[in-house]
């Protein structure tokens, strides 16, 4: 591993120092059946006559009946291709950034709306998404498992059923599962749009938060044992996607804008980022509102979370001192904005998340829990100090189990280590190993950027272990801990230089204050343990 000549022992999936708290899937899932021939054959003429919005009305009203009654009944909903292509509606250009009329933009709304009600009402394993979400590849006119010429039928059961191709380019050669090489691919572009394409990026916002929900669901609701016929597994296996290779999926996952990346992940469709004229967008806009009121409305606000209320929950500015609120002199940045925002950032770690349930099962189709932190390493380290220490924040990493939170961490933070320091092992950790491994170390260069990035780990680590066990305050906790922060502060005596960029005495000063505040903010800790002994 570069720069880690004294890294630490690989970590394994036994490590745990808390209780898991995963998202947590609906309770009570309706059962399924498909939408009878006769109402399909409506859905589908309104789907080839362009009447986008007709169709999902009438598939609203049918999916949601029955859900008020005391008895529970089966909720209907449509067949796999029928998903497959109102999930293109909810982001396709024609219907959004590039939409003509009003009605087009409601559409879309609508289709990530009814899109988010199926997986709440039926989840994501009797909405047969398996099915639904299967990419078939650029160039591909038509996916599988529907038939060309339209037939009548009696009760056929879902999973043998042959259903009525829509003959539309938009089900077809111009759907998103045809145009897309595959999920990362989406989940590239879509994280590139967050950065250099915002008006893009409130499509794909809404279709990522869509889709991740329905992995994690389809992850959690699964007994243990089931896990590897998730679609999320399905996403990584080769066989199924192609050459894939977990580099490529976890570069996608940090997607930044920059050249390389939109080299690597480029636009689902041509010129998708052409938008109409301003005034005609705003025009359209205004009156686009999807309005729903269903059993008191509970359908009417879903997935229409502005990032606004997200940043309200969650802190923005890079390492905790806006958590702290006691820290003026650290730079005041958004160290999520190099990201694409704080939406952005949670989704690439809910995705995270993910992948480190993959790989702590052993399949084989995955790579190991430790090879993948090897490879997210060499994605985080080299992150600006903000988006750094915000990445690396507790606030951010809830979305990890807590054992995997300091497993990640601590992991990061051998890295920077001093070779002076004992080798640290993956084991349960508690207060004496973080006074003998972690707390009284310098970096293992003379950078400032270095060193402040070892004090953010080593904060981090304090606020994750108070928040498990609790820390005991003690004299010899404290005299490790101001050990390391003199340590750090003598030891950085330089800021590296990042490629193609000029030398900057205030980007010299602002990497001090960071390393500096982290010293403070570890002393904040220890006085609150002091303070507030558990």
């Known amino acids: ?110 289709a990530i709306k009814y899109l988010g009600v199926v997986n709440r009402i039926v989840g994501p394993i009797n909405a047969n998404v398996q099915d639904a979400f299967v990419f078939f590849g650029p160039g591909t006119a038509s996916r599988r498992g529907v038939i060309s010429r339209r037939t009548t039928g009696g009760n056929v059961s879902p999973e043998k059923e042959e259903f009525e191709a829509i003959d539309i380019e938009l089900a077809n050669i111009s759907s998103l599962w045809a145009r897309a090489e595959d999920f990362w691919h989406i989940v590239g572009w879509g994280f590139n749009c967050s950065v ?67 080299g690597e992940f480029r636009e689902v469709w041509s010129n998708e980022t052409r938008e109409r004229k301003a005034d005609t967008n705003a025009g359209i806009a205004k009156k686009a509102a999807v309005k729903i009121n269903i059993d008191e409305g509970e359908y009417g606000d879903y997935m229409q979370s502005s990032e606004d209320e997200l940043e309200d929950e969650i802190p923005v500015v890079g390492g905790m001192n806006h958590h702290l609120n006691s820290d003026s002199t650290t730079p005041y940045t958004d160290g999520s904005l190099l990201l694409g925002g704080s939406v952005a950032l949670q989704l690439r ?35 600006p100090l903000p988006t750094f220490s915000l990445f690396l924040s507790p606030p951010y990493l809830r979305f990890l189990q807590l054992g995997e939170q300091t497993d990640l961490v601590q992991y990061i ?33 003379t950078s400032i950027d270095d060193n402040a990035k070892l004090g953010a780990c080593v904060e981090t680590l304090l606020r994750l272990f108070n928040n498990v066990a609790g820390l005991k305050w003690t004299e010899k906790l404290q005299k490790c801990a101001i050990t390391g922060i003199e340590a750090r502060e003598g030891n950085a005596t330089h800021r590296r230089k990042r490629k193609g960029e000029a030398a900057s005495g205030v980007r010299t000063e602002d990497d001090r204050a960071w390393l500096e505040a982290s010293g403070r903010r570890i002393l904040g800790v220890l006085q609150m343990a002091k303070e507030n002994p558990k």
């Not at 992948?355 to 060499?378: C, P």
């Not at 004496?432 to 707390?439: A, G, S």
């Open 349 to 383: 770690l809910r995705l995270t998340a993910l992948l480190i349930q993959v790989a702590k099962e052993g399949l084989d189709k995955f790579i190991s829990y430790a090879n993948l932190f090897d490879i997210y390493i060499t994605h985080i380290r080299p992150l």
């Open 196 to 262: 250099v394409h915002k008006k893009r990026w409130e499509r794909w916002r809404m279709w990522l938060e869509y889709m991740v929900g329905v992995l994690e669901d389809d992850w959690w609701v699964r007994p243990p044992g089931e896990q590897g016929n998730s679609l999320i597994v399905k996403y990584l296996d080769p066989e199924d996607q192609g050459n894939i290779g977990e580099k490529r999926i976890i570069r996608a996952i940090f997607a930044d804008g920059s050249s390389r990346s939109l």
């Open 413 to 445: 933070a051998s890295s920077f280590i001093s070779t002076s320091a004992p080798r640290m092992s993956f084991d349960d950790i508690d207060q004496q190993k973080l006074e003998k491994y972690v707390l009284p170390w310098p970096a293992n260069t």
């Open 1 to 110: 591993m570069a720069n880690a000549p004294t890294g630490p022992e690989r970590p394994d999936s036994s490590f745990s120092s808390g209780v898991a708290t995963p998202r947590t899937p609906h309770p009570r899932y309706r059962p399924a059946k498909t939408i009878p021939y006769e109402l399909r054959e409506h859905c589908l003429i309104y789907f080839e006559e362009g009447l986008h919005l007709q169709a999902l009305n009438l598939l609203f009203s049918i999916t949601i009946a029955g859900g008020s009654t005391p008895n529970i009944k089966p909720a209907f909903v449509p067949p796999p291709h029928h998903l497959a292509l109102i999930s293109t509606l909810s982001v396709h250009p024609a219907l959004t950034t590039r939409a003509k009329t009003t009605e087009s933009l409601e559409a879309a709304n609508l």
